[in-house]
């Protein structure tokens, strides 16, 4: 596609549910990148792949958090038994690898995660 | 560890009035540097690059500075507008292949009329 796309584009959930965001990149892409920005707040970091693996899953919450991403393409982001906390806008970004071009990230419009 | 701090977390100013928001980083080693806004319910767009060799770079009302040697950045908004209300986002790249893009936390800018 022409640029990153984010599903849900919003999303209400109660709590103690699993919810499922995904995020499918540009073609080519290599590097994928999860953040989240709660109410009020800034970025925060979640997750990092290169192609199929994660090397940086540093920010991920909880382990109730989970991602992963498959064919190098799409990623999937797992939230399960959701709490209210979670609530916030997901945002997922995808360059090219650093060190072969990849200085510019892309980012999708996020996915309004609710929970109620 | 590759680190890009931003301030100040938020602000707000009059129309018409100038800000500079300020990004600290600790990436090495360094290879670029990207201001990203972020409107309000929109994925952030790329505003500037900034490379070692370059000190100043405009874009329009916006103008981006770089300090390499003290690992400092700055953006400067000129005679802000309502649009200009956002959140700014600074991102840095590192030289070596593999490494990921370190993200600020951001800057939220209200302007209010």
């Known amino acids: 596609g022409a640029g990153v796309s984010q599903s849900p584009s919003n999303k209400v959930t109660e709590k103690g549910k699993d919810v499922e965001l995904r995020c499918d990149p540009i073609s080519g892409h290599t590097a994928l990148y999860w953040y989240r920005q709660s109410l009020g707040q800034g970025l925060e970091f979640l997750i990092y792949?290169?192609?199929?693996?994660?090397?940086?899953k540093s920010g991920l919450p909880s382990d109730r958090f989970s991602a992963e991403r498959t064919g190098g393409s799409v990623s999937t982001l797992t939230i399960q038994r959701t709490q209210q906390e979670d609530s916030a806008v997901y945002l997922c970004a995808s360059s090219l690898e650093v060190g072969r071009g990849g200085t510019e990230a892309f980012f999708g419009q996020g996915t309004r995660l609710t929970v109620v | 560890k590759n680190q890009v701090e931003q301030s100040p977390q938020s602000l707000i100013i009059l129309e018409g009035k100038n800000c500079t928001l300020q990004?600290?980083?600790?990436?090495?080693?360094?290879?670029?540097l990207r201001w990203y806004k972020q409107d309000t319910g929109r994925g952030p767009v790329s505003l500037t690059i900034?490379?070692?060799?370059?000190n100043t770079k405009s874009n329009g009302r916006y103008t981006a500075t770089l300090d390499a040697d003290t690992k400092q950045s700055s953006l400067h908004i000129t005679a802000s507008q309502l649009s200009d209300s956002a959140s700014y986002i600074c991102?840095?790249?590192?030289?070596?292949?593999?490494?990921?893009?370190?993200f600020g936390g951001g800057t939220r800018v209200l302007v209010k009329p």
């Open positions: 900034m490379t070692f060799s370059e």
């Open positions: 991102v840095v790249s590192a030289k070596a292949a593999g490494n990921k893009l370190t």
């Open positions: 792949f290169q192609g199929n693996s994660a090397p940086d």
């Open positions: 990004c600290n980083y600790t990436v090495s080693p360094f290879s670029n």
